[in-house]
């Protein structure tokens, strides 16, 4: 029997048993749907959870810290043994990192120190509130001392630390600080909180016992950052920061410890960001560990985590499609059944074992075919719909993450990639063939003589 | 009526059917059935030829020996002067391609037209779509069908069932028409026009013909009968009578050795 006079026939057995075949196509469409759904509204969260965490950050960038571990557990090449301190001195002097990186391969064309202070206060009237009532609001911020020529040249963040955009300038003087936008317009209202050309007096507190206060001018406020950063966790400007010099830092808390060394290497290749990592750790070796957290591990490990929950999606939306598999058994066989004596007939007139076989795994397959069609289809729209609700719950509820995704989220397109819609196709048509495979295989080894009696 | 000219039927000469001691045994629980002990049946082309007996006698069973349906004991079948013993399965369907079946209840696929119906040996085998149509539709001319060739078989009537079958039987380009009680499920009066076309399709377009039946009024219409008791072929009456006179003595001497042992 020819192939297309064999599909011929399967699709006018499926057109006949129409309620049947609609019922078995529906449970392929099911699990088709659940899987592309819920993959291309993994694709499109990760598309945007990476876009925006990426902002400003350099996969060029290193970042140096004490001890072992780095950010939490994230990467990094930490070691065991006591944690090393980074102190000013390791950015000047005769035996400063920079030369000893030079010697050393010579990778790196940007190093920087960061003195971060979580809990920095200004109590301060918000502009629109003091026609109120006149009270005062306590504004607290991370405050980071870094150099600003450094910091904020090409090899670093010079796309976020900018007033280019924003208000005033990056102060050029030893006592001045730049704001970043939260600070000037938290509230998103016609009240702005600080403005540039203001002098403030900052509380502070330091290493939990050591508080004091100090005057501050600020000249300059940032622009605005869309999103939430991941350069902000490695050291880069974030809207909610107060930035100084790093000597004024270092003056105001009396210290010549650094948070952290940024380093940014010449390439992206894991040769050099390995060899630079090894040579940081030697350059500390002598007074404890440093971990070195790599920017592009944060994005791996951050990938590595979607591709997991997307993976376990997907496991959980497998299982609608082994269901339908079973309902694709189940069909088969009472249609089979039913068909016994079609089975004989088309024995007698001369029909081969495969001939059978061919007639109820093409129906098999143009099950599969229409309910994965269906099923992509479907997906693709759901997410749409699934994705929009679950970011009306993610901005609804608020708070840091809310907040921060609050603009981005609203440009929320599921991913549908060609692998996803092969892949998903590839599951339907594979559960329908694969299923039906013993039924129809039963169905083409019925003996002619027993089929033709079948009542 | 052109077109019944046009109709190419297999021109065959020669025996097409042939059995030698053809013998098969059943186990029914643990009683040995002899359905077919020893069948010698002779089938030349162009012949319309009976097997008449009674339900029970093994005439299904020969049916199915020699449609190649299913597979004898002992013995040899030679289709076409091909012996289908040695055969695989395949083998067989591809014999089965070369004979044309009529059933008792039909057979059509009810979800198919007419012509579907008819073209369907034709698909089997690979046939080109338009010139199985074109074949389909000469055969449904051949046997008064041809305005009823959109009909399923649910809205057409016995009589007419039966010559749908009979033109899928044709389309199989059949070296012998094989048919088991053709006429067994359909009212007397549409009988006789049914028993009309094989009657006619042998005379006019020599087409083989091996009828397989319990009725004594169908048998009638065939050139040749041959009667089948308890799985043996007699050539006349006579013989049969004989056979079956034997086989109830034989059968109540039994019975009344057994009754005699309760005495």
Redesign the interface.
């Known amino acids: 029997m020819k192939i297309v006079d064999v599909i011929k026939y399967s699709g006018r057995s499926l057109k006949v048993q129409k309620g049947r075949a609609v019922l078995t196509v529906l449970g392929v469409v099911i699990g088709i749907t659940a899987i592309v759904a819920l993959n291309s509204l993994v694709g499109g969260f990760s598309n945007i959870i990476t876009g925006q965490l990426s902002q400003g950050l350099s996969a060029q960038t290193l970042t140096v810290t004490s001890g072992s571990g780095g950010f939490g557990g994230f990467g990094g090449g930490g070691g065991r043994g006591a944690a090393a301190t980074i102190s000013y001195s390791n950015l000047t002097g005769s035996t400063d990192l920079q030369s000893y990186l030079k010697k050393n391969g010579n990778h790196v064309d940007g190093v920087m120190g960061v003195v971060t202070i979580s809990a920095g206060q200004f109590a301060q009237t918000p502009s629109y509130y003091s026609t109120l009532n006149g009270s005062s609001v306590k504004y607290t911020a991370t405050i980071t001392g870094v150099d600003f020529a450094t910091y904020g040249n090409s090899v670093f963040y010079a796309s976020t630390f900018t007033t280019t955009g924003g208000l005033g300038s990056i102060p050029t003087d030893n006592n001045s600080i730049v704001i970043g936008y939260s600070a000037y317009h938290p509230y998103d209202n016609a009240s702005t909180l600080i403005n540039y050309g203001q002098n403030l007096v900052l509380n502070w507190r330091w290493l939990n016992t050591t508080a004091g206060n100090c005057s501050v001018n600020v000249t300059g406020v940032l622009a605005k950052i869309q999103g939430v950063s991941l350069a902000s966790l490695t050291g880069g400007p974030s809207n909610n920061g107060i930035y100084m010099p790093i000597t004024l830092a270092m003056k105001i808390f009396d210290t010549q410890k650094l948070s952290s060394i940024v380093l940014h290497v010449n390439s992206t290749d894991q040769s050099v960001i390995d060899n630079v990592t090894a040579t940081t750790q030697a350059y500390f070796h002598s007074s404890g560990t440093v971990s070195v957290t790599s920017a592009t591990s944060l994005l791996t490990t951050l990938n590595t985590v979607l591709g997991t929950v997307s993976a376990l999606l997907t496991a959980i939306a497998a299982i609608s499609l082994i269901v339908a598999g079973v309902n694709i058994v189940n069909i088969m066989t009472v249609s089979i059944i039913e068909r016994t004596r079609e089975i004989g007939i088309l024995k007698a007139i001369g029909a081969k074992d495969a001939d059978i076989l061919g007639i109820f795994l093409v129906e098999a397959l143009l099950i599969g075919i229409i309910g994965s069609l269906v099923g992509i289809g479907l997906g693709y729209l759901g997410s749409f719909g699934l994705g929009s609700i679950l970011f009306r719950a993610a901005t609804g509820a608020g708070g840091g993450f809310g907040g921060g995704f609050g603009g981005g989220l609203s440009t929320f397109v599921p991913v549908l990639s060609s692998t996803l819609f092969l892949e998903a196709l590839g599951f339907g048509v594979g559960t329908a063939v694969i299923f039906a495979l013993y039924p129809a295989f039963k169905a083409s080894r019925k003996p002619p003589v027993e089929a033709l009696r079948y009542e | 009526m052109n077109q019944q000219q046009r109709i190419e039927l297999p021109v065959t000469s020669g025996i097409v059917l042939e059995t030698m001691d053809l013998k098969k045994y059943y186990m029914q629980g643990k009683v040995e059935i002899r359905a077919l002990d020893g069948v010698n049946l002779k089938v030349e082309a162009g012949e319309l030829i009976s097997v008449l007996g009674p339900s029970g006698s093994g005439k299904s069973t020969l049916l ?1 020996m020699i ?1 190649a ?2 597979r004898p004991t002992s013995g040899t079948i030679m289709i076409e002067g091909q012996d289908i013993g040695r055969m695989n ?2 083998q067989l ?2 014999v ?2 070369r004979i044309g ?1 009529v ?1 008792q209840y039909f ?3 009810g ?2 037209t007419a012509l579907q119906n008819v073209e ?2 034709m ?4 046939m080109k ?1 338009q010139e199985r149509k074109e074949k389909a539709i000469q055969f449904m001319n051949l046997v008064g069908l041809g305005d009823r060739i959109t009909h399923r078989p649910s809205e057409l009537s016995g009589g007419q069932q039966q010559r749908v079958a009979i033109a ?1 039987a044709l389309a ?1 380009e059949p070296r012998f028409m094989l048919m088991d009680e053709p006429t067994g499920n359909i009212d007397t009066h549409t009988r006789d026009e049914v028993l009309g076309l094989v009657k006619r399709l042998n005379e006019e377009h020599h087409v083989t013909t091996v009828i397989i039946t319990h009725d004594a009024m169908v048998a009638s219409i065939t050139n040749r009968t041959v009667y089948i008791v308890d799985g043996k072929l007699y050539n006349s009456h006579e013989e049969a009578l004989e056979a079956e006179r034997i086989s109830k003595a034989e059968l109540e001497e039994r019975t009344n050795d057994e009754g005699g042992m309760t005495v």
């Open positions: 199915n449609g349906l299913d399965k395949d369907a591809e089965r391609r079946f059933f057979n059509l696929i979800r198919l369907l040996p698909t089997v085998k690979g779509t899928r199989q």
